[in-house]
Structure formats: C-alpha cells, structure tokens
C-alpha cells in the first residue's frame, strides 16, 4: 500500500487528534459505544504503529457480541494490518479480510455514516488495480444520503465536519455533490 494511505486516513480524523499512548481492555458492545472517543485516536496512532493496531485489533475482535460499528473498526484494522505487512502475501489476505469484515458491518447498518466513511476512506487510498474499491460510489451516495438527512449515527460533530471534508478532498463527488457538502459543513 502506499504510504499515502497513512495521511490520508491521519486526515480523515484530523479533528481527533489527541495523543494516547496505551489500549483499553474493551470487553462488551457497551464499552465500545462509550468508548468511540478513544478508539477513533487509538485508530490515528495505529496508522503509524503496527503494535497499537495489532493490539487494538486484538481488543476489538475479543468482544463476543460485536456492533457493526464495531465490525467497521476491525475492517479498518485489517486494512492497517495490510499496511504494516511486509508480506505481500499477507497483505493481499489482510485487504480480503478487511473486504469481508467491511461487507458483513455494511449489512448489518447499511445506514451509518460512521461505517460507511471507513470503508471510504480505506478504499480510497487502495490501488485500484487490487480490485478492493468497488464501493466507493455507494458509500459517497450513501453518506451523502444520511447527511440530507441529518442521520448521523454514532457520529459526533467533529466526526461529521472530517467526514464532509475528507469527501471534498477526496474529488470523488460531483461539482454539485461537493456544493452541498460544503453548504452543510458551513452549517454545522
């Protein structure tokens, strides 16, 4: 992967940033549900640290009972995990993995923006000839839908500004697609 994928997911959550030098013990769903804070700036460190992923990802894929959301951190993980590998090979599985744990999240919350917006934001950054992008499109309508809406799930506010921005920044959306994006960022 390139490194570029390391800043691209840094900005993503840019708005996040708050330094965190250990992992919490998550054992149930509602440890992740009052926890999101903490698992989003455990996410920017991951990005550069492949001790905080592997142990984050450790932390999440314990829980029995796991959200969707949940599930959508893990596929992030497992993308981070590719990224660290040196193994093409390994990399290769880490992505189908991610692919899977992304698709099984989607199914389960096709409506969270949250979700939606990490598996952007992976597939965005993954070398289309991987063939691991084809959802861009339906996550960008489907964000894009939810914030019409003003369904923003698990999202808090600053969450929902990298969001908008990353879709910007991303000139993955139509001239009138990113005029609205900005209307609503200047609403918020």
Do not use: W
Not at 143 to 157: F, G, N, P, V, W
């Amino acid at each position: 992967m390139p490194i570029k994928f390391k800043y691209i997911l840094l900005s993503a959550f840019m708005l996040l940033l708050l330094p965190i030098n250990h992992t919490s013990a998550f054992t149930k769903h509602d440890d992740i549900e009052s926890n999101l804070h903490v698992i989003r700036k455990l996410l920017i460190s991951a990005m550069s640290s492949k001790k905080t992923t592997d142990s984050l990802y450790a932390n999440l894929n314990a829980i029995k009972d796991r959200s969707a959301l949940t599930n959508g951190y893990i596929g992030t993980l497992e993308a981070l995990k590719a990224k660290h590998a040196l193994n093409p090979y390994f990399k290769i599985k880490y992505l189908s993995n991610s692919e899977k744990t992304f698709k099984a999240a989607v199914n389960r919350d096709p409506h969270n923006i949250e979700i939606r917006f990490l598996r952007f934001s992976v597939e965005h950054h993954v070398p289309g000839f991987l063939g691991y992008n084809k959802n861009l499109n339906a996550d960008r309508q489907e964000i894009i839908e939810q914030l019409d809406k003003k369904y923003y799930a698990s999202a808090d506010k600053p969450l929902v500004k990298t969001i908008i921005t990353f879709l910007i920044n991303s000139k993955r959306c139509t001239l009138a697609e990113s005029n609205n994006l900005k209307q609503y960022l200047a609403a918020l």
